[in-house]
Every structure is written in C-alpha cells, then in structure tokens.
C-alpha cells in the first residue's frame, strides 16, 4: 500500500513539499482554505515536475496521487506524515494541531515547517505534544536537501528516528538539532547575513547586486561544498584548525565587531573546535582537501558556465576575450582549427582520464565552431535555423588526462544541401588521440524537419568543402564499428 | 612584450596571485624572505595548474617566467603590478611600500591583499599614496573571481581603471567598494557568521560538521548562484522583494537577535532595498528567476555528485538506496534493461533537446551498468582491472527534452577474449530515440593495455552473449556514417 502525507497549507513551502513526497511515491493529501492554492501548488509542482526527477540516476518511483480536501479532519485521515506549513502566528499553529489531532492517526508524524518558533512552543496545548517536532526545510524545498529536525524531550527517541527514516526516504537529509534554540541553525546564519546587508545598503556601501556578487563571486562558491569550518581548516594549512583560530579568532574583537557580543577564545573553545574539525576532516590530509575543493569549485564553475549564470557568465566573457572570433579560414585549402583547450577537471572518471561523453563534448564544440565559421551562428540559430547530429563514430586511440593541452582539427568531407559531413581529429601535441566523424543535417527549429541551409552558408560551407576535396580521405573515415 | 607583477610575500595567497598572472600570461617575479617561499608558491602553482586552465573553453596565452629575487628593489623592477601580501602588520606593510616605492615604476599599481586594514591607513606614510589600492582575493585565488578594489579619494580615477582592466584581464571580477569600511564587504558577512558559529558551538548546540552541513545542504547551494537578495526576491514571490521585506524584515527584532544593533526598517530603506532589486534582477519574471536557479541548483548538484562530494554525496547514497543492485538477469535471453532515469535539466543545450554528448553520457552509463552486471564492479576497478570504450557509433534517431523518461535496453552482439560488442537502444516509453554501438577492450589498468578479464567476468559475459546470439542483429548495426 502506498503511503501517504497530508500537507497543511499550500504556498511555496507547503508546495515544495507536497513535491517532494509526490514525485517519491507517495500520495499527498493537501488541506488549505486559500482558492487559489491548487494553482499555487500545481506550479510549484511544475518546477519540481522538470528538474527534480533528472537529479537521480536512476528511475524514481511513479509519482503518488494529489488529492484537495475541504476539510483538515478528511485530509489528514490515515497519513504516516502530515507537515504543517501555516503562518508564523504561534496561536493559529496550535489551533491546527488541536484540530488535526482530533482526527489523526496517533503515531503519524506532525512536522513544523516553522523558522520562528520552538518546537516546546509548538507542543504547548496540544493533546499530544509527543506528535509534534520542527522539520524546517529550505526554499526549494524539492531540490534542497536540508532539513533542520528539533525535537524536545517530549518526543520518543523511536518517534525521532522514524521521522529521519522518512525524510531520507523522500531525498531530504535530517540535521538533527540537538537543542532547541530560536531561529534553530542555519537561519542564525541568514539573519547575521541579512543584519550586516542592511547596514551596507543603509549607509550607501553597497548596493543589493554588488552584495551578491561579494557572496556568489566569493565565498558562497566555497559554501555550496564545504561550509564554513572544512574551508577554514584548509586555511589554516598543515598547522590545522587551531593554527587557523589562534591566528584569525583574534580578528574578532577588531572595531567592525564593536556591535556584537563575542565569545572569549578561551583554551577549552579552540580545543573543542579543533578537535571537532579534526573528527570530520581529519582523514583527509590539507592537501587532499585542497584537491577535493578545487575539484568541486571547477565543477561548480563549469556547471554555471553552461548555464552562463553567475561566476559562470564570467567565465564566458573571458572566453570570448580572450578567443579567436570564428572567421571563414583565410586559405580554406587546410583543416580547420575547431577547438584549443585544456582537458577540464570534471571530464574525467573513474578510470583517471578523460570520460567518452566528453570525447563527444570536445568533438560537439569543434562542430559548433565550425557552425559559427561557416555562418550558423547564435544569431542564425535564434532565426530558426540550425545543424542536427544524425550519426557519429568514435575512436578512442590514446588516453588523455586533466590539464592536457588539446585541440582538433577538422577537415570537411562533404558540404551540400542539407548534409555536412566532418572528420575531426583531436590531438594532444602530435599524438592522436581520437577522430570523429559526424554527419549532421540543417534543420527548421520551427518545423523540426530537415532544410535547406541560408544561402550565405551553404556558400561557405561550399568554400571549405570544394577545397577539402583535394584532401585524402582520412584513416578511419566511412569505417563501421570492429571493421579495421 | 610580456607584462610582468611582482609578488611581494608568496604563501598562499600571494602563491595563488601568482598563478594568476603566470597562467594568463604575464612574468611572474616574487620576493619573499622565507626560505621555503619556492616550494610554498610551488605547491599552490601545482594546484593551479591542474585546475585552472580547463576552465577556459579556449586556449589560455602561453605561460609566463616565473623568477625569484632576494631584493624587493630587483623583484619590483619594470613591473605594470605589484600584489602585497605580506603578513597583517600595518608598520610592516607601510615599510614595504616606502621600499618599493624607492625603486617601482611610478605608474606600477599597488594592490594589498589585506583583509584588515582600510586603504586609507595603507596609503598612510607613503611616497606616492596614489599608487596604493586594496585589492583584497578569496582563496582559493587562482579560481574564485572576487576581488574586492577599494581606492579612496588619493587614487586617480584612470588608475582605479587601469587596474580594472588588469584585474578582468587576469580572470577576476574587481568589485568596486564605493566607500572604504573596516573588514570591506564580503568579511563583514564571513566575520557574522563565524560569530554565530562561534557561540553554536561554545552553547553546544552543533558541531563544526554539523554546521558545515546546515550551510552546504541548503543556502550555501544558493549562494554559489545568486546571493541573498535575488534568492529573496524570488522567495517574496511575485509581489516581489518590498513584499519579501515587509514579511520578514520585522524578524530581525525577534529576540535572537537581541545582542546586535539593528537598522530601523524605514520606509526609505525598504525603497532602496526594492529599487536597488528591481534594477538588479527586474528583467527577470520570478517565475524566470525560479527556472534559472533551479537550472542552476540541479547543475551544482549533478556535478557535486559526480565529484562525490557534500550534497552530491547525499544524491548518490539515495540513488543507491532507490536503485536495483547489478546482477545478472534471471533469464540472458532477452535485452538487458541498464538504464532508467529521467533526463536531467543540465542535459539540454542551446538548440533545446539533450546535447549530443549526452547520449554517448547516458550510452556509456548503460555500458558502465552491464559492466557491473558482469562482475566489472568498482571492486573490480580497484583491483586494477576495467574495459575502455575503443569505438563508438551513435545514430541521432528522434529528440528528447528534459524531464522525459528514458530507457536503454543492451545486446550484447559479442563478448569474448578482451573484447566486448555492445548494442544499446535509447527509449522513451515505445520511441526509439538513439542506438549506440561500442566495441571495448578489457585493460590493465597498470599496464594500461589490453588483457584478459578475470574468469567470472568472461563467464558471465559469455552466457549473455550466448544467449544474444540467438537475437538477430539490430538494424543500424555494423553501418558507417552515412551508409544506410
């Protein structure tokens, strides 16, 4: 049988969640008195619809049923699991469980979405404050896995496990808050954030962009992987965390802390930090950290690239400063330079070298570039024209790994109508160490369909083939897969 | 000519400036007293070196010289920049500057990595105080772009230009500080939430580790992307950031902040903060806004999972929890099902569908699977065996978007000896989207050539392939590009 959750209160958070459990398999029964809340939810379901599923490698279960109830008394019937997700007004908190208590089942689990209150607060007059706990989660709620988990005495220890067991089960990682304070954790963190960004935009320091581009340039690279401590324990080098605190702690009763109640450094503190560094990182020497850092960093920076988003755009604007812009070759008679590069960290696998989807990768750009010299371009392809791959063949002839220098060559076997068909050779110096032939066909963005190409390009693409021609064809070409 | 820098004080940060300049092309010259600087700045050069170029997605300029010199005098000689960062003293770094100020170009620019001291103070006793701007890094230097560039009124405005040009010439993005405060920016936030983490774990509420997590889990992820205020624009929805302001602002005078002075939130700050917004992210629909960071979270974390890291590490250990372990089909007769998943978001490129080298990604993941079925496992691997890819040929056959659904189905056409002849078909639901063949080759993974696998692995492979061979060769098999 399937399992089920109720969600109380719809919105952006209550959605998140209903998402979270839906596309995990269980059947979701939402409760909100607002009209407009199947419409809000079903487009926080949409978001999580496109980009949740694509996140797991491997096949999610199919998705549960989604079903509005009128009633809190009929929406939380037979549930394993009910959130709650109303407004930050303790008394209409506690209403809610008063009147979904009535009618649950006694061992389902009750969790708060709440940032602003306790959970002690939360179980003040319920009927069964052992129900009750904070789960708050993080916006968006199906895609971030955090949630802070804070019970109080009143909970059973059983009580708490099984609601760590359920959250992991629907993709969420459980930080188990061993004492309950206000703004539980993370949000300590933003709200200290959010305190100095006022005063920066207050006193004309800095405007909002310039103080996300401070974070999303910086440090918020850093904290996407590592968090605070891991990174500071690579700043303190081979000396480790207390050389770190005893060189950097002082820093905190400079003026710009004159605000702000501090902790003394004492002997105790440091220790307790660095020993506590030591048991989440000690098994990786700095230099390891280092690695593993600047690994996820490329990774990170490389993904944002893709998606010419933040640091990433940067990356592309240097690129286009520093590159060749793409011109028809000045004597067609020679290959075509397509690609230059080094191999990047994150083309690499589990055997140490360069992966064979990015052997395509490398050979794609090449192919692209080629586009862009003959005339296919963003702006063309923003027209509605453009080149689809219908066939490729590979050979895989040498290794390469990170950091080698690489770049193609492309000779044009044949250029007409709608076809284009080229050999590329990617070498690293003068090894060889792959070629592929692709065969790709012009096609109407609009219709889907093969077409003609604009008559600018076919001119050019004429140009470099006709002059290819006098080329041999090259080892390797028009060859099947096994046949030598 | 090469432009040139001198790197005054190496280390890490001065290590990771030098990088910078080398590896986009400028001569490098350091002076640092400390008889380990070589090997210091060394260290960082190796990291750089693996990490850095690959960045780029064309070729980088060639490397510049690197030199070391024992007198600041010769270090600084003909040199467009020099980059101090030698230890937080201020009487140190002004008796740095009056040395090489005896000696440096007069319209070298003068950056300090300081963190600690306004540019004021720095520029305090110097010959020529015009010559002297903060120019503050984040490690590590050679990858995060952020330099916070802080002048003050003694700094001409084309030299606050020219150092501009440089900064962004060498990758970096220079943040300009309009006005010089103690701790800049980006350390105003670092320095709160280091005290908030400072009293979570001296009131033993959480851990380093646990805190690291609170933060790489959950808004870290969002802050590698757009910062605070774009993240709460999106969260204030579409009345948009007053809305955002007016709920949430009045939480900072919430007890827990109880110790810290706090902006009143007048009607002109909200204003500002709004104004400031709309002129940041008002191109953007919040409903664009939730595409692009939603583009831009699945993409950090597929690639955090590929690295194994943080929230990436998390997505694997569900994935595993989700997933069929490998083992060999009950019945060999029939296709052996290795892939099921939906394709990912980050998959798709400009022309809209699943990128090219996708398929071959998704191909080789249903190679990588049948290996596992055969006893190829990571254990496996780790014991120095493995089968490389040799060849390939895709046929493109139909589109398919992010979010579909997606299935491979493999025949095995050969398997015996070092080798393996592999059939893959890429389904959605009953549509053939793709078929891709592959010849590959057992390894040594010492020798790095080809070997025998281990008896298991050739058994198990010889009772699928057997039990193949009564299947007739799939269509499109055995063909050369554009042959059909």
């Keep these: 049988m399937k399992k089920s959750a109720a969600i109380i209160g719809g919105g952006v958070i209550g959605g998140g969640w209903a998402a979270r459990f839906l596309l995990m398999g269980w059947d979701v029964r939402v409760f909100d008195p607002d009209p407009e809340a199947a419409r809000k939810i079903g487009e926080v379901l949409d978001n999580a619809r496109r980009s949740l599923p694509g996140l797991s490698d ?16 009929d929406a939380v019937d037979g549930v394993a699991w009910i959130q709650e997700s109303v407004p930050e007004r303790l008394e209409l908190k506690r209403k809610v469980y008063q009147t979904l208590q009535e009618h649950c089942p006694t061992d389902a689990i009750i969790g708060s979405s ?16 052992e129900q009750i706990v904070v789960t708050h989660p993080f916006n968006p709620v199906y895609l971030l896995p955090l949630i802070e ?88 080098g081979e ?13 905190l009763s400079w003026p710009w802390t004159k605000l702000m109640d501090v902790p003394e450094l004492t002997d105790d503190l440091i220790d307790q930090i660095a020993d506590q560094s030591d048991g989440q990182s000690g098994h990786m020497s700095i230099r390891e950290l280092e690695r593993a850092r600047d690994n996820n960093l490329v990774t990170i920076l490389r993904g944002l690239k893709a998606q010419d988003f933040g640091a990433g755009a940067l990356l592309n604007a240097q690129d286009a ?10 004597d067609p008679a020679g290959l075509v330079e397509t690609v230059r590069r080094a191999v990047p960290l994150d083309w690499t696998d589990y055997n140490g070298h360069m992966n064979e989807a990015r052997y395509l990768q490398a050979f794609g750009d090449a192919t692209d570039r080629l586009m862009e010299i003959i005339g296919c371009d963003a702006d063309y392809i923003a027209n509605g024209g453009s080149y689809f791959t219908a066939e490729t063949h590979i050979r895989h002839l040498d290794e390469v790994h990170a950091g080698t220098r690489i770049h193609i060559d492309t000779q ?53 083939a006709n002059a290819h021609a006098a080329l041999s064809l090259p080892e390797g070409a028009g060859k099947a897969v096994g046949v030598r």
Aim: a negative charge.
């Design 58 to 73: 491997v096949g999610l279960p199919s998705e549960g049923v989604l079903s509005f109830h009128d009633a809190m008394s």
């Design 412 to 464: 044009v076997i044949a250029g007409a109508g709608k076809k284009m068909h080229l050999f590329h050779r990617m070498m690293a110096d003068d090894r060889l160490l792959a070629t592929g032939e692709h065969m790709l066909i012009h096609v109407s963005l609009e219709t889907r369909r093969a077409s003609e190409p604009a008559a600018h390009i076919a001119a050019n693409l004429a140009t470099i």
């Design 114 to 129: 709440t940032s602003g209150f306790k959970p002690s607060e939360l179980q003040g007059c319920a009927t069964r404050p």
């Design 149 to 236: 988990l804070v019970p109080t005495d009143q909970n059973p220890p059983e009580m708490v496990e099984r609601a760590k067991v359920i959250l992991t089960e629907i993709g969420m990682y459980p930080l188990h808050v061993r004492a309950e304070i206000d703004a539980h954790i993370a949000d300590r963190f933003l709200e200290a954030v959010w305190r100095e960004a006022l005063w920066l935009i207050k006193d004309g320091i800095a405007t909002t962009e310039e103080i996300d581009n401070a974070i999303r340039y910086g440090f918020g690279l850093r904290w996407a992987q590592m968090g605070l401590f891991e990174t500071y324990r690579i700043a303190g």
């Design 239 to 251: 000396a480790g965390m207390r050389h770190f605190i005893e060189q950097f702690g002082p820093c």
């Design 321 to 330: 400063r520093i590159g060749t812009p793409a011109a028809m070759p000045a």
